[in-house]
């Protein structure tokens, strides 16, 4: 049994963020929590009890605080215990029971993956490893079909965990050492031929990485001009390191008077199909191909709501458009949920198309 107890300040929002990277460095070292409890930041003598509750309990207790607080709180708890804080890594051996106190965020997982999980992994002789695929559109019934497959051929052997984010499918396959490669093998085989062309990754590398790596492979600049999502597939591309190399520029081009004279749509496409249309989303992409600054670009406009003004364009239809010198495509998604939803999967699946399209071609 493995326990964990998360110290927090009680009189502040939680913020999850801190500490969920370095818990999912636990799951996917194959250490699940029995017990998952937060607790007020409290000084050592009122933290004795709750530590005594565990023990002899779990066989590892792991206790994540602010790093503010991290180093005087285990040099206190260590010495409450009769024990040498020293060297500041070593965990406490109470019983049964092992002691880990870790800090948050990257010095958390840090701690996590250098220090805590080999020495859980050297007590119970076992060690767990995860391989992770991408993909974006696969419809459910494919999705469901390819995972109980893959389930069947792992027979208990390893386990699949699937996570959704605004659209962005991770499927993870956790084995340890009693799992074969070839078990391993077959498994990821299943999954990736059912699901193509929806799989863009089995090394767990995210979409934006993808589009800017195959870019850079191709010596190829992109160009961005967006409407409701906000300049967020721009800003997702910028945030990869070297993306200076492949990305021209980002047009957020919201108002119509601004598609007509940053991106060339014309007046009579908005008058007769509107802003929310194939037409528009074509010619907007179609204007950043002919600026000649780019060998790729992609589009963006649709209803994010949380109003609709016109019947023909409801809350949450959006068009996305890839364009090349010689060919524009336009794709059509109706995404539900509220406005951030909708807006993030809108520039998930527009780096999704564009690295498709590249893909497809080059």
Known sequence: MYACMILCNN???IRMELYQPVLEEFRKAGIFFDSLEFIPEKSAPSLRNDVLAKTGKAAALIMICDNAILAPLRTDLFRLFQADPNPTDAPLLLGNTTLFILGTASEGVAMAKQS????????????????????????????????????????????????????????????DRHTSHMTLNEMQRVIVSRLDPYVYSVDDTPIAQCLVDYLKAQQMRISTGESFTGGGVGKRISEIPGASAVYF????????????????????????????????????????????NCQISVSTTGNAGPLSDKPENPVGLCYIAVGFPDQVFVHRHYFVGDRTRI?????????????????NRY
């Open 249 to 292: 520029e980002g047009i957020n081009s919201y108002n119509e008077l601004s598609k007509q004279q940053r991106l060339g749509v014309n007046e009579k496409t908005l008058w007769e199909h509107g802003a929310v249309s194939g037409e528009t989303a074509y010619e907007m992409a179609a204007g950043l191909i002919l600026s000649g």
């Open 343 to 359: 807006t993030q999967m809108g520039i998930h699946y527009a780096l999704f198309h564009a690295y498709q399209h590249l893909r």
């Open 116 to 175: 805590v999980i080999p020495y859980i992994e050297q007590q119970t002789g076992n060690s767990h490893g995860f391989i992770a695929i991408r993909e974006m559109g696969a419809p459910l019934e494919e999705l469901k079909s390819a995972l109980e497959t893959a389930k069947s051929v792992a027979n208990g052997t390893a386990v699949i965990n699937v996570s959704e984010n605004y659209g962005d499918i991770r499927i993870e396959i956790l084995y």
């Open 11 to 13: 009189q502040q929002a």
